[in-house]
Nanobody, 133 residues
Framework: QVELVESGGGSVQSGRSLRLSCFSS?????MSWFRQRQGKEREGVAA??????SYADSMEGRFTISQDNANNTLYLQMNHLTPEDTAMYYC???????????????????????????????WGQGTQVTVSS
């Protein structure tokens, strides 16, 4: 079992920045951020594993995912925020999947496709980000 605790959300004006944090009580080698805007489905933001990262098309360039493995903490730096970024942001972890000799982080595909396998992922409670114009 993995417990994920997000922090860093808040209310900011358009154009400003926020950095979200997520502490993991368990594994950290396959992690991601998702968000849910009001009235919309959950959507992927970014995923990271030790050797690579990926972003949803609309996030790349403004958002940066990173992690501090020594402190089991995942980050999401969000710059140039707009009201369309207003959402609940979730930290998500998943165990790696073995495909023959290769170990894969399934969150990259989930972030890009928005096809979420809830049964194999761990979710935090979320942190609210509100951007005003």
């Amino acid at each position: 079992q993995v417990e994920l605790v997000e922090s860093g959300g808040g209310s900011v004006q358009s154009g400003r920045s926020l950095r979200l944090s997520c502490f993991s009580s368990g594994f950290t080698d396959c992690m991601s951020w998702f968000r849910q805007r009001q009235g919309k489905e959950r959507e992927g933001v970014a995923a990271i594993e030790p050797s690579s990262f990926s972003y949803a098309d609309s996030m790349e360039g403004r958002f940066t995912i990173s992690q501090d493995n020594a402190n089991n903490t995942l980050y999401l730096q969000m710059n140039h925020l707009t009201p369309e970024d207003t959402a609940m942001y979730y930290c998500v972890a998943a165990p790696r999947e073995q495909h023959g000799p290769v170990s894969l982080c399934p969150l990259h595909h989930m972030v890009i496709s928005n096809i979420i396998k809830y049964e194999t992922t761990y979710w935090g409670q979320g942190t609210q980000v509100t951007v005003s114009s």
